[in-house]
């Protein structure tokens, strides 16, 4: 087609804009995905009437006990005797780390306690204890 | 309007074309719809410093202790449903409750209090259920804004 001839019926569609789309969600998988691999196992979380957000996950480290004991440091599982040197290297040179635990629900606070002195102990004065609302019935996590 | 826009001899267009904008919005939808599983939410929890050091006798009188033990408040299998048991008694400030009266007796002993300074001290037994022990938390919560929980992991 030439500039200047009455336009004709444009038969093919224009996939710029499908493209250009799906581009941007391919960039946005990629940057997303290394991160939710960054995760322990799935456990079933306490439900409770209004926990409180979170932050997002910059700085973030996430420390998983299921229901027998075992501890993940984000997606790595660690021996409960080597609990506070994973934990200084899952931190790394992080200037503002935040450690939240997602306890199993059947867990009992003594073992939760147990793991609060130990990231005490590593030098972090507090921790987010993980819990999912009430309302949110999704199940597991 | 024709399908090829820019060709001479098109009338001028007096719209303005939304499409890109809709693709745009459409990718921030999507890229919210994937963020938001990620939030996660719960409780902080402080941890008080293990210290060798006494407390000041002032600053002793005006902390307040949650107590929940296991004997006033069986919870040691996570409880049905969405409350705690009705039977549940905790001790707050040495004065034993019942844990329905929590939200209230928080809201009583803390909220003259400026906010820095809302303190709730938790001391658990350690047979209690942990998800118990967050509604707890959480009932406590409840009773007034910006509380600190500070938890006693000491032996």
Request: charged residues 25%; contains cysteine.
């Amino acid at each position: 087609m030439r500039l200047g001839e009455p336009a004709k019926m444009q038969a093919a569609i224009n996939i710029t804009p499908l493209v250009d789309v799906v581009l941007v969600l391919l960039i946005i998988f990629m940057v997303m995905a290394p991160r939710m691999m960054r995760k322990g196992p799935e456990v079933p979380l306490p439900h409770t009437a209004k926990p409180s957000d979170q932050g997002d996950e910059r700085g973030r480290v996430l420390v998983t006990m299921d229901s027998t004991g075992g501890i993940w440091i984000d997606d790595q599982q660690v021996p409960p005797e080597r609990f506070a040197e994973g934990l200084i290297a899952a931190v790394g040179d992080e200037p503002d780390p935040k450690i939240v635990i997602k306890g199993d629900a059947r867990l009992k606070i003594g073992d939760v306690r147990a793991a609060m002195l130990a990231i005490e102990a590593a030098g972090f004065p507090g921790v987010g204890l993980i819990a999912k609302p009430n309302s949110d019935k999704a199940g597991g996590e | 309007m024709q399908l090829n826009g820019g060709t001479l001899g098109s009338d001028l267009q007096s719209e303005i074309n939304i499409t890109p904008l809709v693709d745009v919005v459409l990718v921030l939808l999507i890229i919210f719809m994937v963020v938001v599983p990620l939030m996660l939410q719960g409780y902080d929890i402080d941890i008080p410093r293990a210290s060798t050091e006494t407390v000041p006798e002032e600053a002793e009188m005006t902390q307040v202790v949650l107590m929940i033990g296991a004997t006033a408040c069986q919870m040691l299998v996570p409880p049905a449903g969405e409350g705690l048991p009705a039977d549940c008694r905790v001790d707050l400030d040495n004065q034993e409750i019942p844990v329905a009266d929590l939200p209230k007796r928080v809201g009583e002993l803390l909220g003259a209090r400026p906010p820095e300074q809302r303190v709730l001290f938790l001391a658990t037994d350690d047979r209690l259920n942990y998800e118990g022990v967050l509604r707890i938390v959480d009932l406590a919560k409840s009773g007034v804004e910006d509380l600190r929980i500070e938890f006693i992991t000491a032996d």
